[in-house]
């Protein structure tokens, strides 16, 4: 994003710029991101909160885990 170090006057301002941004991402580029923020959101819900290092390897054994506990 090309909105470091800059200023705004305002609230309204810093809304568009940042629209303007996002609008210049691509889908499948936002869809993936989400998808990471998400399973590392299951991957700390799991671990109750406990501080470790996000791996994927560590994310697929915890969605196994976090699956087989809902079951």
Same mark, same amino acid.
């Given at each position: 994003?090309?909105?470091?170090?800059?200023?705004?006057?305002?609230?309204?301002?810093?809304?568009?710029?940042?629209?303007? +941004?996002? *609008? @210049? /991402?691509?889908?499948?580029?936002f869809s993936v991101a989400f998808q990471k923020l998400f399973d590392h959101a299951k991957?700390?819900?799991?671990?109750?909160?406990?501080?470790? +290092?996000? *791996? @994927? /390897?560590?994310?697929?054994?915890?969605?196994?885990?976090?699956?087989?506990?809902?079951?």
């Amino acid at each position: 994003m090309e909105l470091k170090e800059l200023h705004f006057a305002d609230f309204a301002e810093i809304q568009d710029a940042v629209t303007d +941004e996002l *609008k @210049k /991402v691509q889908k499948d580029e936002f869809s993936v991101a989400f998808q990471k923020l998400f399973d590392h959101a299951k991957a700390c819900i799991y671990a109750n909160g406990a501080y470790f +290092e996000f *791996k @994927k /390897v560590c994310v697929s054994l915890t969605y196994l885990r976090f699956k087989k506990n809902q079951s």
